[in-house]
């Protein structure tokens, strides 16, 4: 068994693998050490960050800058806009690649031979293939010490969006403003790239985010809104074994 915290990225990452993996959790750390040397908006030598002053191309950054650019692109047209690149203006992507890098550093994990492992970059999750299942918290936003559902699975990816640690700062990129419908918002689905991505669009939708969810394949949602109550699409009751 191999348990590891990182800090990165501007949060922190942990690691339960229940295999004899500590190669490997090297690997996937060293992983997440280039990502943010590559996407991070706050270092101005970062390829993203020359990338967005115009001192560079595409041709001259690392290839999986492209990579990541046309995952954004594919997220801003399937969430209709609420997923942007620019938020503010700025090119920072930086809405998709927690959840990409997670995503990827879960894969090398399974690939390594421990397929048995939960990866968690800032309350993100990605779950192993192995078929043991995990039974992953969601908090109250109102109440954060409190329970207010509880995933289980394996092979899933877990993401909440919502403003109880932040405070307000999810813009709706359509009018400018903070979304505010919301408290929070929890996605599940097979890969935290996407679920990541499409957590944040559906906060800023609001309640319009349960019928564009419904529609989604493979994704699920729970939210609690402003008033302290709580909707979860059709499929969701699958995945939890609580519901306060």
């Known amino acids: ?11 922190v990452f942990s690691f339960d693998v229940r295999h004899d993996a500590d190669e490997a959790v090297a690997r996937a750390i060293a992983w997440l050490h280039h990502v943010d040397e590559v996407f991070s908006t706050y270092r101005p030598d970062s390829a993203i960050s020359r990338l967005a002053r115009g001192e560079v191309g595409l041709t001259g950054c690392p290839p999986e800058v492209a990579h990541v650019l046309a995952l954004c692109a594919q997220a801003e047209h399937h969430t209709g806009g609420y997923f942007t690149t620019c938020p503010g203006g700025r090119l920072d992507p930086s809405g998709l690649v927690k959840g990409w890098a997670v995503e990827e550093a879960s894969l090398l994990l399974t690939e390594a031979g421990a397929p048995r492992h939960c990866v968690n970059g800032g309350g993100d999750i990605q779950l192993g293939p ?9 908090a109250d936003p109102l109440r954060p010490d409190t329970l207010r559902t509880v995933v289980t699975g394996h092979g899933l990816a877990i993401a909440t969006s919502g403003n109880a640690e932040r405070g ?15 408290l929070s918002i929890t996605l599940i ?13 559906a906060y800023a939708m609001g309640d319009d985010a349960r019928d564009w969810i419904e529609e989604c394949e493979d994704l699920e949602a729970f939210a609690v809104t402003t008033g302290g109550h709580t909707w979860q699409t059709t499929g969701f009751a699958a995945y939890t074994d609580l519901a306060l």
């Open 1 to 11: 068994m191999t348990r590891h915290v990182e800090q990165a990225m501007g949060t």
């Open 130 to 138: 192995d078929p043991s299942p995990w039974r992953i918290a969601i």
């Open 168 to 182: 307000p700062h999810i813009l709706d990129p359509h009018t400018g403003r903070l979304a505010g419908e919301l």
């Open 189 to 201: 689905g097979p890969r935290l790239t996407t679920v990541d991505a499409f957590a944040t669009a």
